[in-house]
């Protein structure tokens, strides 16, 4: 079985500076994929930022970006110069491949909050 | 535009009522998803579609029936449904179980209430 484990269930950092958001996931698979997630207050998950079990870089997407450490198995997603807009549910996710299909399992998430 | 589309966002009913809801994307994916968020539990995976037959069903009571008529719709029919239901009811959409992929398409979202 997998699992993902989102340890800070809520953080909160000053605007314009850089926080990070853990994620720890269980797996026996070779091939896997991790996201990461923004849930606003408005319910919609939008999607961040995605790390491939075979890709050698960490992945970036603007002032997102993800540290993957695959032999420690952690996926943590980095935000630098936070914004008011930032503050969210942020979860973490694996793709887990099985019968033929993809689907996501997610962590319990973490609730950041920004201040001014 | 999320290209994902979930009506209605907000639903009240009560125990003994029959409600639909609706999920419809415009993306080109053929595999959909259904997920439940409830305060304080990460989000778990209902039903799964793949090309309109469903391929999961995460053991998911009787009273939530879904639907996917076409690989463009998707539908979750609900009936006596208990209060414990209430809960945030996600639609996702893929480009495919068997293909690379970066990321489901997830809709707003309805929120429901069982009174």
């Known amino acids: 079985a997998q699992k993902i484990t989102q340890t800070q269930p809520g953080m909160f950092v000053q605007e314009k500076e850089a926080v990070t958001l853990d994620c720890t996931y269980d797996t026996s698979d070779q091939s896997y994929g991790l996201f990461w997630y923004k849930q606003p207050s408005s319910g919609e998950m939008i999607f961040l930022i995605y790390q491939g079990s075979y890709d050698e870089q960490n992945a970036t997407e603007g002032r997102y970006s993800l540290n993957f450490q695959k032999a420690r198995k952690s996926a943590n997603l980095v935000i630098s110069a936070s914004q008011l807009g930032d503050s969210a549910m942020y979860f973490c996710a694996m793709r887990e491949f099985s019968g033929g299909y993809n689907k996501l399992i997610f962590g319990a998430g973490t609730r950041l909050a920004v201040h001014p | 535009e999320t290209g994902v589309t979930q009506t209605p966002r907000h639903l009240v009913m009560g125990m003994t009522n029959k409600k639909s809801l609706k999920c419809e994307q415009h993306?080109?994916?053929?595999?959909m998803y259904w997920y439940k968020q409830s305060a304080k539990k990460p989000l778990e995976l209902m039903f799964v579609y793949s090309l309109e037959e469903r391929v999961e069903n995460n053991s998911v009571p009787s009273r939530f029936s879904p639907e996917c008529p076409n690989s463009s719709h998707l539908f979750l029919h609900l009936h006596t449904l208990q209060p414990e239901d209430s809960a945030l009811y996600l639609c996702a959409s893929s480009q495919g179980p068997r293909g690379l992929n970066y990321g489901y398409t997830f809709g707003s979202g309805t929120r429901l209430t069982v009174v």
């Open positions: 993306l080109g994916h053929n595999a």
